[in-house]
């Protein structure tokens, strides 16, 4: 069933087998070298203005789940044909097949059959899998129902979930806050590492300690456990008959290996199977606060959407597969354009955590590669921020070669919504625009004037006004953000990042080639 390589996100086994003959992919990788002064010439507005059904061409859509348009990119008919020609000759497709393949990578596993584990135990991860989230599926049960009360014997009404990693801890913000329903409990996510003190932690919830399930995520110090279960019984004291607070309000996730802390004062932990790693943090020990402040219906419906692009990566053709098609641009960028960084453009509210979790990805995924294979990491900032308005001003300057990503929710359905949200949706149209097209001189000249006049200050501040244009940019667009949706966005990146970490490990030799 499962491989077994489960403490890398990339397979080298499998890369390794699928490697081509370099032989066969001489013709294409010379054809996409000879192309490169063609994308540097290319003039995005020109292209449009010469094939007025360009958009038409160089997009994907996905049934009505998710639309991907690429077609302000430095691309022409021959360049993505030859890319594509890279990506059959180089097994690309075989190798993304296999990552989506359920029975290939454990996170795949637990998103294809989160609604059904039975029957999958011929093998002992598949029956740690069942097993733990079996026992997801109890807890939630036990605590939405008020099976399992709090020390008072009330229901448990907040969720105190501390994550040790800032990063995962953003993720997983981002996802409590789309996956919610009308039933939700609150869930409050605390970063905390090894050397932060627990207890100010729990003295900040203490006005709702009362009713708060406090869950640990990949704690393994036996001493900080007991340290916080000390100081919940300190605030909270004696509960029913006398039972130690902490024995009701503490939820350990732990690795299996310390199975024998479910004993005693940590009767309610949930031993992780060994091979659980970061790589799987959403789908995996996250699901716990995910499932019982949300439900466990709304996070199989989490899952449901990464199982859908899982599926579409696994099964379409390469030049209608999304994922596949970002990692062949994302390389030709990076091999033969020699662009920076990407950068992650979210416009919406609630995505705004997005690019944060795409870094980490890549963040992971390198550790698992050698150094002269590793992705470039993608730059982020938060919406909204000034560092946010910098890094999308920063992809106008001319010396820039920062391709962008950019996200777009169509419909405004979240309780929270506003006419904010139509202006950023707007605001992201708008970018992609601005970019592509640029502004000249003459231009930002005549605006300023009508506003300043004539003046050698009008001229110098049109001067800084002016835009070269032709950046390019890709775009998604999800009809509206629901759990399905956000399952199926965080895949697509899992997904197309293994597929760029697959190309690069495969054609290490023709690229230290063609840079001899």
């Not at 699928?18 to 540097?40: F, T, Y």
């Not at 449901?304 to 994302?330: C, Q, V, W, Y």
């Not at 006049?453 to 509206?480: D, H, Y």
Request: charged share 25%; net charge neutral; proline share 4%.
């Amino acid at each position: 069933m499962f491989n077994g390589q489960f403490e890398n996100r990339l397979d080298f086994g499998a890369a390794v087998s699928m490697r081509p003959d370099n032989n066969n992919l001489n013709e294409v990788w010379s054809h996409l070298q000879g192309l490169v002064h063609e994308a540097k010439s290319l003039r995005l507005a020109e292209e449009f203005a010469k094939t007025p059904q360009r958009a038409e061409l160089y997009s994907v859509e996905v049934s009505d789940k998710l639309f991907f348009d690429y077609s302000k990119n430095l691309l022409s008919t021959q360049i993505m044909e030859s890319l594509l020609d890279l990506g059959r000759k180089s097994s690309l497709s075989d190798y993304a097949r296999s990552q989506a393949d359920p029975f290939q990578l454990p996170h795949v596993f637990f998103r294809s059959h989160m609604d059904d584990l039975s029957g999958k135990t011929n093998v002992e991860e598949s029956r740690e899998a069942t097993e733990f989230f079996s026992r997801i599926k109890e807890i939630c049960r036990r605590v939405r129902s008020g099976l399992w009360t709090a020390c008072t014997g009330e229901k448990f009404r907040h969720i105190l979930c501390f994550v040790e990693n800032e990063q995962w801890a953003d993720s997983l913000k981002m996802v409590a806050e789309v996956i919610r329903d009308s039933d939700i409990i609150p869930c409050m996510i605390e970063c905390s590492d090894r050397e932060a003190i627990d207890a100010k932690i729990l003295d900040k919830h203490e006005s709702v300690l009362e009713t708060t399930l406090v869950v640990i995520l990949g704690t393994v110090d036996i001493k900080r456990l007991t340290k916080i279960a000390e100081k919940i019984d300190k605030l909270l004291g004696a509960g029913l008959e006398g039972e130690k607070a902490s024995q009701r309000h503490l939820l350990p996730v732990v690795p299996a290996a310390r199975k024998r802390l479910s004993a005693g004062s940590f009767r309610e932990a949930v031993p992780v199977p060994s091979w659980m790693s970061d790589d799987h943090f959403l789908w995996g020990i996250g699901a716990i606060p995910l499932a019982v402040s949300s439900g466990f219906e709304n996070y199989i419906e989490f899952c449901a959407g990464g199982h859908f692009m899982d599926e579409h990566t696994r099964k379409a053709r390469t030049s209608e597969n999304i994922p596949l098609i970002m990692a062949l641009i994302r390389f030709w960028y990076d091999h033969f354009l020699d662009a920076d960084a990407r950068v992650c453009l979210p416009f919406d509210e609630r995505l705004a955590f997005l690019p944060s979790h795409v870094r980490q990805l890549e963040v992971h995924l390198n550790q698992s590669l050698p150094p002269n294979d590793r992705i470039s990491l993608t730059s982020s900032a938060l919406l909204g921020t000034r560092e946010h308005n910098n890094l999308i001003e920063s992809l106008h300057e001319p010396l820039s070669r920062r391709p962008a990503d950019i996200i777009l929710v169509a419909k405004r359905d979240h309780p929270a919504a506003t006419k904010q949200h139509d202006k950023l949706t707007a605001l992201g149209i708008g970018h992609g625009e601005a970019l592509m097209l640029g502004r000249s001189i003459e231009d930002a000249t005549e605006k300023v004037t009508k506003v300043i006049g004539p003046s050698p200050p009008a001229r110098e501040l049109a001067m800084k006004m002016g835009r070269r244009g032709n950046k390019p940019t890709s775009t998604f667009i999800v009809g509206q953000l629901t759990a399905f949706s956000l399952g199926m966005l965080l895949a697509m990146y899992e997904q197309s990042l293994s597929s760029t970490a697959y190309l690069n490990f495969s054609l290490k030799n023709m690229r230290v080639r063609s840079k001899d």
